[in-house]
């Protein structure tokens, strides 16, 4: 795991370091170089499943979300090592609803309250239909370096988990649980590039998650925008992943986006594999 983190860390550098690459054109005018372009900042503070961008929500400014996705882990690892369809007649599923809400209480800074609700639907060798909340969350974000005309955004999370899960009815877990994050953002006209390493570690146990997410969106319209998302998860002792998750986000008012999209697993290691989801995201800021 300590690999992974140290080429998390590397692979930030050098996307910071290409990004902010292409020296300012001597061409300019003045005005081009104290003002940025228009276009500097105009994405959305996340995606879809765990991708999110180095922008706040603003001094003052507050924000809810709530995401609805749904699992269906139609595939299980058998001893064969390959992935096979559960047995006829057994199913295990889950959906997870989130309240996210953001508030930004200084420049540059926005704390986050996250409640995820879940609802099990298993039927393998046992049977489990509880729902409930899993781990509470909060996380401190920090936009330390704002993006220019030839220079991308970098912010930096600070999350804790909190050990109110269920691990007996399969909600979360009973233990707290520290995250580090950090979101590199970069705009041009028409498109933006997004990264997102991250690491998390238990309070009571040796568990480590270690996470690579990244995005790249097209702004073809002005309110329809195709985006395109990254998800890489290592979980210590328990296998990875990897996702593609191709979906739109939706400006369709003053305020509000709407984001819709399926996550398509194109390779893991854990005992059950979900072949391709789906999620959706209601967005609202004052």
């Excluded at 395109?228 to 210590?236: C, F, L, S, V």
């Excluded at 739109?248 to 003053?254: G, L």
Aim: charged fraction near 25%.
């Amino acid at each position: 795991m300590k690999n992974k983190l140290s080429f998390c860390i590397i692979s930030t550098l050098i996307f910071i370091l290409y990004s902010g690459s292409n020296p300012v054109n001597a061409a300019n005018t003045d005005k081009e170089k104290e003002e940025t372009f228009s276009w500097v900042g105009q994405y959305p503070m996340s995606f879809f499943t765990k991708t999110r961008t180095a922008k706040t929500v603003g001094k003052n400014h507050l924000s809810v979300a709530l995401k609805y996705q749904s699992f269906d882990w139609d595939f299980v690892k058998g001893s064969d090592g390959d992935y096979h369809r559960r047995t006829s007649g057994q199913d295990k599923k889950r959906t997870i609803s989130t309240l996210c809400i953001k508030y930004g209480w200084a420049k540059n800074h926005h704390i986050t309250l996250g409640v995820p609700y879940w609802s099990n639907d298993f039927d393998t060798s046992t049977k489990n239909d509880n729902d409930g909340l899993a781990n509470i969350y909060i996380f401190e974000k920090w936009n330390c370096i704002k993006e220019t005309n030839n220079f991308p955004g970098v912010s930096v999370d600070l999350w804790y988990y909190f050990p109110n899960g269920d691990a007996d009815k399969k909600l979360g877990t009973e233990d707290g649980a520290y995250k580090i994050t950090t979101e590199i953002s970069k705009a041009w006209k028409n498109l933006s590039l997004h990264f997102n390493p991250g690491y998390t570690w238990s309070e009571d146990n040796d568990s480590e998650v270690g996470e690579i997410n990244g995005a790249i969106l097209f702004k073809p319209t002005t309110s329809l925008w195709p985006a395109i998302e990254y998800n890489y998860t290592d979980k210590e002792e328990l296998g990875h992943s990897h996702d593609i998750v191709p979906g739109f986000v939706w400006a369709f008012a003053k305020g509000w986006t709407f984001k819709a999209a399926a996550p398509i697993n194109i390779d893991s290691t854990f005992t059950d594999r979900d072949r391709v989801g789906v999620v959706f995201k209601l967005f609202h800021k004052w």
